[in-house]
Nanobody, 123 residues
């Protein structure tokens, strides 16, 4: 499996910004074809936030469109820029890679490999 290590989580006031990073390595060819971010808040279901395909195509959850932006650098780091943060964005955020050979979608990310997570708290 690809190894995923997130960082950058913190506590921020509502309206603030935060950038999460995910360093990824290893895995077999194709394991990083589709990557992205999931999140889970206490007492709530897991949610796919954004997915990015290796050709740059992206999928965003409606709840974060226009506020969050995903990017990649040098095929080894994934970023999530989060702006205009709201209290409902409070969650553990997980970097993820979707199963190889399947579609690149938010639901595919939920069934893929996850990192250990980084906490984002908005108050």
């Amino acid at each position: 499996h690809v190894q995923l290590v997130e960082s950058g989580g913190s506590s921020v006031p509502a309206g603030g910004s935060l950038r999460l990073s995910c360093a990824y390595s290893g895995g077999a060819p194709g394991d990083t074809y589709c990557m992205g971010w999931n999140r889970q808040a206490p007492g709530k279901q897991r949610e796919g936030v954004v997915a990015i395909r290796s050709d740059g195509d992206t999928r965003y959850a409606d709840s974060v469109k226009g506020r969050f932006a995903i990017s990649q650098a040098y095929g080894e780091t994934l970023y999530l820029q989060m702006n205009s943060l709201k209290p409902e964005d409070t969650a553990m955020y997980y970097c993820a890679s979707a199963p190889k050979g399947g579609p690149c979608s938010l639901s595919a990310l939920l069934s893929g490999v996850w990192g250990q997570g980084t906490q984002v708290t908005v108050s």
